[in-house]
């Protein structure tokens, strides 16, 4: 799945959806069932640590400059300020059979699970 239409996007929302996560670019739409670790420079953060959700929402406005999903290995969304968000797609750390879904109109129909 090629996840590269969000590179050069601006993160528009994040939004916390009872027991999933959506980033809203532009037109994209990335929606998480697993909740990815915010990876800084100097440290992680990891979901149900304080401040996730702040290291979340404090990329909003931030440009994408890489993204890549190896599916069986990774997703990866790397913002300019160097903050990525990771979720690992291996099998054994998977709690269902998908991860995730991408649109990249932001629409149901186009949709693609991960």
């Not at 440009?63 to 599916?71: F, G, H, M, P, T």
Request: include cysteine; glycine fraction near 8%.
């Amino acid at each position: 799945m090629d996840v590269s239409a969000i590179v050069g996007e601006e993160l528009k929302a994040v939004e916390f959806v009872e027991d999933f996560l959506q980033l809203r670019f532009d037109a994209p739409l990335l929606t998480f069932y697993a909740w990815p670790h915010v990876l800084f420079p100097e440290f992680s953060v990891a979901y149900g640590e304080p401040e996730y959700r702040n290291a979340l929402c404090a990329q909003i406005n931030d440009k994408v400059v890489e993204a890549s999903l190896e599916e069986g290995n990774a997703l990866t969304i790397e913002f300019e300020n160097g903050t990525v968000f990771g979720l690992s797609l291996r099998e054994e750390d998977l709690d269902g059979p998908e991860s995730g879904s991408y649109s990249e109109t932001g629409g149901a129909a186009d949709a693609q699970e991960f």
